[in-house]
Structure formats: C-alpha cells, structure tokens
C-alpha cells in the first residue's frame, strides 16, 4: 500500500486554486496582532483590560485574538489579580 503524504490534499488545493488575497491579509493582520500581544506580555503578566488600553484596541478584538494565542499554546492563563476579578494572561514559555 503507497503512504500518503500529510496535507497533500491541502498542497494540492492550493497550487491548483491559489489563495486568496483576502486570506493572505488575514494571515498578516493575525501575525502583526499576534506580535502586538506577545510583545505586551514579554513586559508582563497583563489582565485583558490592560492588554486593551496597552494595545489600543477594542475589548472583544484582544479577547478573539488572546483566546485563539491561548488555543494554540503560545498564551497561557496566569493568577487572578489582586481583586480576585480578572485573570493575567503570560507567555507559555
């Protein structure tokens, strides 16, 4: 029996319908944010409100794209803040 090659049905995709240039935007817009908050956490533990007001951003675009970092491990949940409110979020070292 011939071994299959992992992701050949996607490579295949790809080279015969391309990607979108929509999709390379988003990829590109995940990276920049994805730096924006790693960056921001390498200073430190932050809460989500922090990370808002550092980042300059909206509360539910940190919270999708925080949430996505912590999915995929680069992010992880620190302790909760001394109000026993919110949690800090860290890098996963």
């Known amino acids: 029996m011939e071994e299959?090659?992992?992701?050949?049905?996607?490579?295949?995709l790809r080279d015969k319908i391309?990607?979108?240039?929509?999709?390379k935007d988003n990829l590109k817009e995940f990276a920049r944010i994805k730096k924006?908050?790693?960056?921001?956490?390498?200073e430190g533990d932050m809460t989500i409100d922090q990370l808002t007001t550092k980042?300059?951003?909206?509360k539910p675009?940190?919270?999708y794209y925080l949430m996505s970092l912590?999915?995929?491990g680069v992010v992880k949940t620190g302790?909760?803040?001394d109000m026993d409110e919110y949690y800090t979020y860290k890098l996963n070292k």
């Not at 299959?4 to 295949?12: D, P």
């Not at 980042?55 to 909206?58: F, K, R, T, V």
């Open 61 to 63: 675009d940190v919270v």
């Open 79 to 81: 302790d909760i803040d």
């Open 70 to 72: 912590v999915k995929y």
């Open 18 to 23: 391309g990607v979108s240039e929509q999709a």
């Open 36 to 42: 924006s908050i790693t960056d921001a956490l390498a």
């Open 55 to 58: 980042l300059s951003m909206p």
């Open 4 to 12: 299959v090659e992992k992701g050949k049905t996607a490579k295949y």
